[in-house]
């Protein structure tokens, strides 16, 4: 597999390791019905101020392997963002960059190597926190699409490429002074196994346009192909079927064989006639539709064919055309025609993603910008916002009703703001976790929360669009069926706004649109949160603990380094060394803070319940090692034991 090389790659791709490991320090709590409280809220969903890299490091005790969907919008590197590289990296080329901004293309020849060092240690730990039905979309442009796939690559392996989505993201003709006017954005999509699939979206009344019900049957059902592939691999399906409209066979289309096996193929076309199996020596016939000679094709392989005279299957088949329902597998053209086969409505699916998604589908630049503007009073607080709607779509096809949702270069809280609006629509309890390294992330990150869970001033008007029927060459016989759905739309909807255009023509489809004033607050969508800032690192300068982080930070971060599981147990009075029992494994840590612990067989008895095998984490250990090998006991040294990650 080709590789990507770069200065700084042989130090980068281990750093994610060497990241001191610091606790989050809660700040406050923020709930919609009780916006002034100072108490944790309860809610699951957090906001998290400071440097990614190190926060993610902080999220693994808790999250790691439970995240369903990540998206992050890092920056493009485009020269125009004033980024800095800030890692302290332990290289001296790298360490040359530190708090250095980074320039456009031309004026600083490090700009790529930079954004590829910034990237790929917190691509490693994205990876680390995604659970094994997990997704990340990760928003970028044709700067750096080239390079950011080739790391993707190799952190998440190629087998785990899902798609380069195309977002289009303007609505509007560009009239750049120079070269191609981009009005696109990638959105790359890699999973943590390659058996990942997009969920799928609701169906629309569009896609069950060409869904008909001529025959009676019990449900609606469009025309498919009858045939397979794979004629050569499948010869057994490889054979003639007599219409009994013309006597003509029918054999299925070059390199192709019938879809189901000739048994239950049998059994359908039975319902036009009586048919029987008969050899008819046409294997010159389908040694050409296998494209194999003739000498080789399958023998044996019999004809349906008619069991009754031509006039008479003739008679029974025209009854079942005329009165219905006809078989799955029917003949085209009144009879006359080959073989189709039913696909019923009810079996089919929602709408599988493409790689091309519309703004207006998932929205533009320009309405992120007036979304935003919306929310804080009639200004724009963040430069390059993404429209929530284009997160929500994420939300929908990556997430289960009940998912954890991650972005860790969070800027205006969109994502935050998507999983709130998806929550709403399906009764969701998706919990979103937002991470912000700018100052901004109390003043704009958090308030955009704050106001969309609690609701927002708001006065002027708020459109929806009611309904919209796209204009092509199949659909344009039903302009006027289009227009009397827009008029009943209309009027249905009469009360809910303050004015209803007439249907308009609109990016080539007939569209509906309400407005509404509002004069006074727009609706929150409830919810809360929870603020906090980096804090201490646990372990200090001198490798010792870091006993100012309290005694339950330290708990969680043991417990994980032995177990890479979140600590759930919460400490008992009674056993308060206790940390919790997994496979068979009970876990203990003898901690007192400011006073030396030691293992002895006196105080064994911090074991409360019995287990196949014992860690128990102590300043000092007095049993003698055959004796803990005899009692199932590993015994570890605080803090030279603890392992760092």
């Known amino acids: 597999m080709p590789s990507l090389n770069w200065i700084g790659k042989e130090k980068i791709t281990t ?11 809660h700040r406050y709590g923020f709930n919609s019905k009780c916006p002034d409280s100072t108490e944790a809220s309860g809610t699951g969903n957090k906001i998290i101020h400071g440097d990614n ?67 790929y240690p917190r691509l490693v730990l994205l990876r680390q926190l995604l659970s094994d039905k997990g997704a990340i979309f990760i928003s970028i442009d044709d700067n750096e699409v080239s390079r950011l796939r080739t790391i993707c690559d190799d952190i998440f392996g190629t087998n785990c490429f899902k798609g380069d989505v195309i977002w289009h993201k303007t609505y509007s003709p560009r009239n750049d002074s120079k070269g191609i006017p981009t009005e696109t954005d990638h959105i790359l999509v890699y999973s943590k196994s390659k058996d990942w699939l997009p969920k799928r979206l609701e169906r629309d009344e569009n896609m069950d346009e060409s869904y008909r019900n001529p025959d009676n049957d019990f449900a609606l059902w469009t025309s498919s192909d009858a045939f397979a592939p794979s004629a050569s691999s499948h010869q057994g399906m490889v054979y003639a079927i007599q219409n009994p409209f013309t006597g003509k066979l029918i054999y299925p289309t070059t390199g192709r064989c019938w879809a189901i096996g000739q048994s239950d193929l049998f059994e359908i076309m039975s319902g036009w006639c009586e048919y029987e199996l008969r050899e008819i020596d046409d294997a010159e016939k389908r040694a050409e539709i296998c494209g194999v000679p003739v000498e080789t094709v399958r023998p044996g392989v019999k004809a349906i064919m008619l069991k009754n005279s031509l006039d008479e299957s003739r008679e029974k088949a025209q009854k079942v055309l005329e009165t219905g329902p006809w078989p799955r597998f029917y003949f085209t053209k009144n009879g006359q025609g080959g073989i189709r086969r039913k696909t019923y409505l009810t079996a089919v699916e929602g709408k599988l993603i493409t790689t091309f998604w519309d703004y207006t589908e998932v929205g533009h630049t320009d309405a992120a910008t007036k979304e935003l503007k919306a929310i804080f009073g009639g200004r724009s607080p963040f430069e390059t916002p993404k429209p929530s709607s284009l997160i929500e779509r994420i939300v929908q096809v990556a997430t289960d009703e009940d998912s954890i949702v991650l972005d860790a270069f969070a800027g205006s809280g969109s994502t935050a703001h998507a999983v709130l609006s998806q929550n709403r629509k399906d009764k969701g309890n998706r919990k979103f976790v937002l991470v912000e390294l700018m100052d901004y992330a109390e003043d704009i990150t958090a308030e955009r929360v704050r106001r969309v869970m609690a609701g927002y001033p708001y006065k002027g008007k708020v459109k929806e669009e009611l309904y919209r029927k796209p204009l092509t060459a199949a659909t344009l016989a039903k302009v006027p069926q289009f227009l009397a759905e827009a008029k009943t739309i209309r009027e249905a909807n009469a009360d809910r706004f303050s004015k209803i255009a007439k249907p308009t023509v609109k990016d080539n489809a007939i569209v509906v649109i309400g407005e509404l004033d509002v004069d006074g607050t727009m609706p929150g969508l409830g919810g809360g949160f929870d603020f906090y800032e980096l804090g201490e690192k646990l372990f200090t300068d001198e490798d010792t603990l870091n006993e100012n ?31 919790d029992y997994k496979d068979g494994t009970g876990y203990f840590f003898y901690y007192k803070p400011k006073e030396l612990t030691t293992l002895s067989p006196d105080t064994l008895n911090i074991v409360p319940v019995k287990a196949d095998h014992y860690v128990i984490y102590a300043d000092i250990c007095t049993i003698s090692p055959e004796q803990l090998a005899k009692m199932n006991i590993t015994f570890k040294m605080i803090p030279r034991d603890i392992n760092r990650f």
């Not at 750093?15 to 320090?25: K, N």
């Not at 309290?550 to 940390?579: C, F, N, V, W």
Request: negative net charge; aromatic residues 12%.
């Open 15 to 25: 750093h994610h390791a060497e990241v001191p490991f610091r606790v989050l320090e």
């Open 549 to 579: 982080v309290g005694e339950a930070k330290i708990r969680e971060y043991i417990y994980y380094s032995e177990t890479h599981q979140h600590l759930s147990r919460p400490q008992s009075p009674d056993y308060p060394y206790l940390l």
């Open 53 to 119: 890299l190190a926060a993610l490091k902080s999220l693994l005790p808790e999250y790691e392997g439970r995240i369903d969907c990540i998206y992050i919008d890092p920056p493009y590197n485009t020269g125009n963002e004033k980024w800095r590289y800030n890692d302290n990296v332990n290289d001296p080329h790298i360490l040359r960059w530190l708090g250095e901004v980074v320039g456009a293309e031309g004026e600083d020849f490090t700009r790529h190597d930079k954004w590829l060092c910034m990237m």
